[in-house]
């Protein structure tokens, strides 16, 4: 069992930047591939980024390549989304999930345990 509780979300300008957290409770937390999806109102939750469990490789969406980092701290039980040049469109609830022995695939339905989301604002 592993329980995400997400951090470092709020209001920020258009072209600002925030970074996200996710500690995990419970054990093992480097057999987890972890992900970041997110849900604009009224949309579909949307895959953004993910991590496989030995950092070897990281995924993201095209719509955040090259101005998100997805990365992961094994010690601190915790992964990290850092989110530069933020955009209106990039404002939405975002979830951090796990997946047992995950590959950071953008496939939510492989993700087990999601945390309860934290919001990220952008305004312009």
């Known amino acids: 069992q592993v329980q995400l509780v997400e951090s470092g979300g709020g209001l920020v300008q258009a072209g600002g930047s925030l970074r996200l957290s996710c500690a995990a409770s419970?054990?093992?937390?480097?057999?987890?591939?972890m992900g970041w999806f997110r849900q604009a109102p009224g949309k579909e939750r949307e895959f953004a980024a993910g991590?496989?469990?030995?950092?070897?490789?990281?995924n993201y969406a095209d719509s955040v390549k090259g101005r998100f980092t997805i990365s992961r701290d094994n010690a601190k039980n915790t992964v990290y989304l850092q989110m530069n040049n933020l955009k209106p469109e990039d404002t939405a609830v975002y979830y951090c999930?796990?997946?047992?022995w995950g590959s950071g695939s953008d496939k939510d339905y492989e993700y087990s345990y999601w945390g309860q989301g934290t919001q990220v604002t952008v305004s312009s």
């Open positions: 419970g054990r093992l937390f480097s057999t987890y591939g």
């Open positions: 999930a796990a997946a047992a």
């Open positions: 991590i496989s469990r030995i950092v070897t490789r990281t």
